[in-house]
């Protein structure tokens, strides 16, 4: 079977479960070369795929059908792939247990309020963003002190494993699937939402950054806009007011919150004009 793939790096652990079934993907649809999809660019050229960096045509996508593909799969895709009748597979994975958490960003909200629906779902793709009947899922289980980067890293581990069983039965699979109930739909987060406040507690703005991650959370250091993309924390009693810097040198900086201090490597710390 021939595969389209539209995706990121999040998700390239999927590659290596096509090859074990003797499906090639033919053709990949990512962004523009970034660490965000190199080891897919890598892929694609190793594998001699066709490339493409532009948002799916109806016209495209119907071109890929005729030419013999006969399964689309999407893995964290930003834009619409319109989905021509003819084609026999279209697979989307979810990293909510579906039909709860539809929407664009869902990982930092599963982190901050939502961790009951924590998960992995394998869903037919449709016209509609997140919508189509429920194919394979999985959940996945918060730790205590969970991270956008380790759940990322737990989806990308179980994201292959329910993949190889999807392909072990695709067509069983697709032939009885579960319709989605009503559910509910995450809107995207605001950049407030993203905003760490220092007057706010410690285990406040440690959970903004767990939730963010590498994804970053903005701030105001010293009058100067800032996105930190990593930082540790600690709780520790002290009369200083939230927000003054309370230690600097090359490697490190460290701020006070109303009841601790959060420490920022220098290299996890960008100056940001707005």
């Not at 059908?65 to 792939?81: K, S, T």
């Not at 706010?200 to 996105?227: H, M, P, W, Y």
């Not at 109303?258 to 100056?271: A, H, M």
Request: hydrophobic share 40%; proline share 6%.
């Amino acid at each position: 079977m021939k595969v389209a793939y539209f995706g990121y790096n999040a998700f390239s652990s999927c590659f290596d479960i096509f090859k074990r079934h003797n499906h090639e993907v033919t053709h990949v649809f990512t962004g523009k070369s970034s660490p965000h999809t190199d080891q897919v660019i890598a892929f694609a050229e190793q594998a001699s795929c066709l490339i493409s960096f532009n948002k799916p045509s109806q016209t495209h996508m119907e071109s890929l059908v005729h030419d013999g593909v006969e399964c689309f799969f999407a893995a964290e895709y930003p834009w619409q792939i319109p989905i021509p009748t003819s084609l026999p597979f279209a697979i989307n994975v979810h990293p909510t247990m579906l039909p709860y958490g539809k929407g664009p960003t869902p990982l930092p909200s599963l982190i901050l309020q939502e961790s009951q629906y924590s998960g992995i779902t394998l869903h037919k793709m449709t016209s509609a963003f997140d919508n189509g009947d429920i194919l394979l899922q999985k959940p996945i289980a918060l730790d205590i002190n969970e991270s956008f980067d380790s759940l990322s890293a737990k989806l990308a581990i179980e994201a292959p494993a329910l993949l190889h069983k999807l392909l072990s039965n695709l067509q069983g699979y697709f032939q009885n699937p579960i319709p989605q109930a009503e559910g509910s739909y995450w809107e995207k987060l605001s950049r407030e939402d993203q905003t760490v406040h220092w007057s706010d507690s410690t285990a406040t703005i440690s959970k903004q950054l767990r939730a963010f991650g590498s994804l970053g959370v903005f701030s105001e250091i010293d009058g100067q806009n800032c996105l930190i993309t990593a930082a540790d924390w600690g709780l520790h009693s002290h009369t200083f007011s939230p927000g003054k810097i309370l230690s600097a040198d090359n490697i490190s900086l460290v701020i006070a919150t109303n009841d601790g201090f959060v420490r920022i490597p220098r290299k996890n710390l960008l100056s940001i004009k707005d």
